[in-house]
């Protein structure tokens, strides 16, 4: 008899299963050796657990005997180190990071063990990864980044249960508190933009320069998935201006923004063969208001905005909202102070992961240049790839038409630009809106930064850029470019980069607070500009809001942590390195 699949991987993860058992006639149920299974990576994952968080508990101790007081910046402390060790150690199994979530749930549910599992997020992941709980809680984290050269994009990370909303919604109990809590999301963006406008104010006034100048790095970053009774709207809304509008014959799903898209908000007609309801258009107008008080206070305190993307889902209704607030908040010659060269206020997700991301960039950046407003750009590689490879796309574009726009679009890159860069191949017929392969995924990331930076070399660049990157080579080619285009200058040794004024507040690199901090210290070691040229990207929020997004955040992340350069395992081996340093003097 053939065994199952499932049975298949049991055996090949546990081979000490009897070779009588293998070829018995009944093999044992499917769910019962599935519930075996994960009993031993509960019971494996709480004897780690336990052990670890002895350790990581017991590394301040070790920490007093053995660091110079005031002599090592936080992050290089011995706990700090061990704390790296432990956390990277666990990122660097793929099959503990996959049932994280589930291992985490179910040591929540019983008594005791929920306390322990608590301790070990919290002296692990939460303070890796999060900054603080609350935002007043992480200026000094704020100010010690700026002393380094480095800004932060600070980001409160709860979300609104998509499950629970969409259960108390279709039974009716979600009830006042519900309603509620989407709006207390609200209330903390706002919060969150005075946190960072007032410690913006404090440095400018320390350096003895006006508050409102230019050099403002302390941004924040929204997700609108927070900020709704229930998700369920904005996937509503996806759906109607997908089926609405025409299928863009450049743009794979879910497709490119047009200004006609919100218009349904406003409409008195009923919807005919639409999902969105009364409850979906209220919660939407409501939510269109919200954004636009947030950009207001924004600009009231020159903090810049960032709208995080999320899956393709949610992707066409948080485009559309995307592009109106850009319309509204960047446009050009009305920016703050009345500098054509500020960035724009408002900056929009793209996320290369996504077949459609390079034609829709070229797509809202022609849109741009017609209504002259400016475009904020996030560029990523994207977090949503294990969620999203399944989907299947209702539509495919013309590919020939495709690589005749791509051709144009490249055509002023030099010669040596485009030689660094592996181009995926859109001819390959796909239903999903994901690329297949790493590969793929690092040639569209690629040749879009390098779209970038040509429109940045513009005597009136219609754009303002964020590279979020964890990856060193994609670095380099974005900084090759902007020297070889003449918007920096670097020494022979390529020690030193001074990037010219006039991009300095249209250009920045950003990563992930706890991740690739060698790659964030080497960039900003290096680069020069009357602005600090890295963000890194600061959660915060309670332990117990936490949870949820550190354990998605851990899955989503997969590749990044898994990566061949700056992954896990080198994160691992430097701390380890570092730890052993410590203890023993040694250099090696």
């Known amino acids: 008899m053939l065994l199952p699949r499932q049975m298949a991987l049991a055996v090949t993860r546990h081979p000490n299963l009897t070779t009588r058992r293998l070829l018995s006639s009944q093999p044992p149920p499917l769910n019962a050796l599935r519930s075996r299974l994960f009993s031993r990576k509960v019971a494996y994952a709480t004897a780690v657990s336990f052990g670890i968080v002895g350790v990581t508990l017991a590394s301040p101790m070790v920490n007093a005997s053995t660091d110079t007081a005031n002599t090592q910046p936080n992050q290089d402390s011995m706990s700090a180190l061990i704390r790296s060790y432990v956390v990277y150690s666990i990122c660097s199994v793929p099959s503990l990071v996959d049932s994280a979530p589930s291992v985490l749930s179910f040591c929540q549910s019983i008594p005791g063990l929920k306390q322990i599992a608590e301790a070990f997020v919290r002296v692990t992941f939460f303070d890796h990864f999060v900054g603080a709980a ?9 100010t ?15 979300e609104v249960d998509e499950k629970t909303a969409t259960l108390q919604a279709s039974t009716g109990t979600s009830g006042r508190s519900k309603a509620l809590h989407h709006k207390r999301n609200v209330e903390e963006m706002l919060h969150s933009i005075d946190v960072a406008g007032d410690f913006e104010d404090r440095h400018a006034a320390d350096a003895g320069k006006a508050s409102n100048v230019s050099g403002r790095r302390t ?17 509503h809304l996806s759906e109607y201006i997908i089926n609405a509008r025409p299928h863009d014959q450049l743009v794979y799903y879910p497709g490119t923004p047009q200004p006609s898209d919100l218009d349904v908000l406003f409409s008195t007609t009923p919807l005919a063969n639409s999902s969105l ?21 924004a600009k009231e305190r020159n903090v810049k905005l960032v709208l995080d993307a999320e899956y393709t889902w949610f992707q066409a209704a948080i485009d559309a909202f995307q592009l109106s607030l850009m319309r509204e908040f960047n446009v050009a010659g009305k920016l703050t102070n009345n500098q054509a060269h500020v960035q724009p206020l408002v900056y929009g997700t793209y996320q290369a992961y996504l077949r459609r991301n390079t034609l829709h960039l070229l797509r809202n950046l022609e849109l741009a240049q017609e209504e002259n407003f400016i475009l904020g750009v996030k560029l990523v590689r994207g977090a949503y790839h294990e969620q999203e490879r399944d989907v299947v796309a209702p539509y495919e574009p013309d590919t020939d038409l495709i690589h005749r726009r791509l051709a144009i679009a490249l055509k002023p890159l030099s ?15 796909s239903k999903s809106p994901t690329w297949n392969n790493k590969w793929e995924t690092d040639g569209a990331y690629n040749s879009a930064a390098l779209i970038l930076v040509d429109q940045l070399k513009q005597e009136n660049p219609f754009v303002g850029v964020l590279f979020g990157t964890h990856n060193r080579q994609s670095c380099d080619i974005i900084l090759r470019s902007l020297i070889s285009n003449g918007l920096a200058k670097a020494n022979k040794e390529m020690s030193t980069v001074q990037v010219e004024d006039r991009i300095a507040e249209r250009f920045a690199f950003g990563q992930l607070y706890g991740m690739n901090d060698a790659l964030t210290d080497y960039l900003a070691g290096i680069l020069v500009a009357s602005s600090p040229i890295i963000l890194k990207y600061v959660p915060y929020g309670s332990l117990s809001e936490v949870i949820p997004y550190l354990g998605r955040r851990a899955i989503e992340n997969k590749s ?5 350069m700056g992954g896990a395992v080198d994160e691992r081996k430097r701390a380890g390195k570092k730890v052993w340093r410590r203890l023993t003097g040694s250099r090696f």
């Open 219 to 235: 941004w924040v970053a929204i997700k609108l998935s927070a900020l709704v009774p229930s998700a369920d709207s904005l996937s």
């Open 277 to 297: 309801t009364k409850a979906d258009l209220d919660a939407l107008r409501a939510l269109r208001d919200d954004l636009r008080r947030i950009c207001m206070k």
């Open 134 to 142: 609350t935002a007043e809680e992480t200026i000094p984290l704020l």
């Open 560 to 564: 990044v942590l898994g990566a061949s």
């Open 415 to 429: 010669k040596d630009e485009v030689q660094e860069v592996t181009l995926p191949d859109y001819s390959t017929r």
């Open 144 to 158: 010690k980044f700026r002393a380094q050269n480095k800004g932060v994009l600070l980001a409160y990370s709860v």
